[in-house]
């Protein structure tokens, strides 16, 4: 595993080279890393027997690698290792609502990382990947429930996708049309944004009712992502 190095600037490669609305695009590992942290869901997309899969799953990162796992007989997770892959991260923040149809956009935040992805077999480096994968989404969850057991270790597969060749693209703001005639339309104009929170926690209808949740979900929950 390298270290994280945050000074350095994402790779410009010519698969990561912005085209379209490349304005959009940023060099900023740092703005790399906080797109990463901000979400737990990624899209997988690898090529099985032939044809294109991008497949949702969840992912844990720690500065210089991309961690996801899956079930050792999981298609996409066999495919991976050896083959070049792309997966992206996708944070939605809002409708920009422009006078007209044509420039209506998204406010966002994304990333997509391209590389040929490891499999992990190392236990040691495989606890601490699944331990990034499920902090990631649920921190403190590593150190309240039960870890793996061996039996469960060995059903699954972790892989480690270098964060070495990866783009970003974000986009914030209000319409870009207000100095164009569509401005003289009268019509309205701006951003509907979008914002994502944790509900109340449901315990589970079999729970002892003198069971209370752990401390840190009941911080976490009710609270804006
Ligand atoms: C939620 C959301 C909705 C979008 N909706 C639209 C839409 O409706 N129509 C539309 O044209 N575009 C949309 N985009 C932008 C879209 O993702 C592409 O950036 C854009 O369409 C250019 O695509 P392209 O195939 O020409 O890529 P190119 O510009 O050829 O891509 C070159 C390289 O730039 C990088 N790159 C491209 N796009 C992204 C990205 N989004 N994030 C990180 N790196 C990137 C990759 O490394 C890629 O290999 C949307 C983006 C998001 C996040």
Known sequence: MTAPSPGRPLSHTERTRHRRLREQGSLDRAELDAVLA?????????TVDGTVMVVPTVYGSDGSTLYFHGS????????????????TVTHVDGLVLAR??????INYRS????GVPRLVTDEEEKLAGLRCLTEQSAPGQWDYARRPSRKELAATALLALS???A??????????????????????AGVLPLNTSWGALEPAPDLAAALAPPPHLVRRAGAVV
């Open 111 to 114: 990333a997509m990382i391209y």
């Open 100 to 105: 007209s149809v044509f420039e209506h956009g």
């Open 38 to 46: 901000a979400g737990f869901v990624c899209h997988l997309g690898v």
């Open 163 to 165: 964060l070495d060749e």
């Open 167 to 188: 783009s970003l693209k974000i986009r914030t703001g209000p319409p870009d049309d207000g100095d164009t005639p569509d401005a003289e339309l009268g019509l309205w």
């Open 72 to 87: 050792v007989a999981s298609r996409s997770l066999v495919a991976s290792p050896g083959t070049t892959v792309c997966v």
